[in-house]
């Protein structure tokens, strides 16, 4: 399967100057596809192909004096930009056809210069490569030292450069991996995402956040409160700005890590995992957005599922369709109501449920059974 493998990047001043100038066309180019396709749309005339599209923006958008200067990066970058933004339209179709599954798709937006993440592609053809003493070799932007931190199991196939908010340059390859499957386990687990708690599994165990996350979050709200008592375009501010980018990046930091830790865990001593699916029940659009947000969920999801499939276990979202917090697990019976601060309840057959961990049954129930009737449809508990 194909992973990312990231490394951090220490360019030099002169090819940090090469790779501001590399941001700054592929993200003109992004604009003016995107500028294209739009006004193509409002002037009622058909969805521009991708070929007509390239040829306009970077093609002949070389040749005008305006942008001349485009020919000063690597044709590739540009040529990738531009396929960001095929995707993105490919994406937004198939959502709105409802041939792509999921939550809702947003059309493309311009891209700006003080987005937090500035990025760059180059594929094989655009001819990076790692020389003999370790350097990544960026055509037009030269040899940049890397931090190997692990190695790279094969060649990869691309590589995207990132400038982070907080100035920092990391290198993401994307490799194919060979599977490695682990011995059978026999355990099998449920996951109920919640607010309280990071995630309540099946076996009644409650996982809250590290506590040093928890720190860093803190004073990640300390900067931000600072911040917005500093007067506009004041050295402090600037100050202000920068730390606040640097907390950022150490909660963003901190929280992967911590993914990567308990997903590492999740998926070595469970055969199954099963999950509730985000994207049903809606939460992420409620004025628990936020929280949502901030738990990283989708990020931690994402890690299950590749986890899952590199190491031969199953990994499996639930529709939630089901009352998962007022269904009892032992009985079926399902409670008349559950107000949100309900933490513990008594069933009519005589169980004493955790709200959480109650709801970890359900979707581990629910998993098996949808598994179980893998060639059909979903199949529901009998009530
Ligand atoms: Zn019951």
Redesign the pocket.
Known sequence: MQLRYNFRLYPAPPQRAALARAFGCARVVFNDGLRARREARAAGLPHLPDGELSKRVITEAKKTPERAWLGEVSAVVLQQALADLNTAYRNLFASLSGTRKGPGIAPPRFRSRKDNRQAIRFTRNARFSITAGGKLRLPKIGDVRVRWSRGLPSEPSSVTVIKDSAGRYFASFVVETADEPLPEAAAEVGIDLGLTHFAVLSDGRKITSPKFLHRVERRLRKAQQALSRKQKGSANRRKAVARVARLHTRVSDARRDYHHKLSTELIRDNQAVYVEDLAVNGLARTRLAKSVHDAGWSQFLAMLEYKAERHGRTFAKVDRWFPSSKL?S????VAESMPLNTREWA?????VHDRDANAAKNILAAGRAERLNACGGTVRPAA
């Open positions: 009892c032992e009985c079926g019976a069933c009519v057959c005589g169980a």
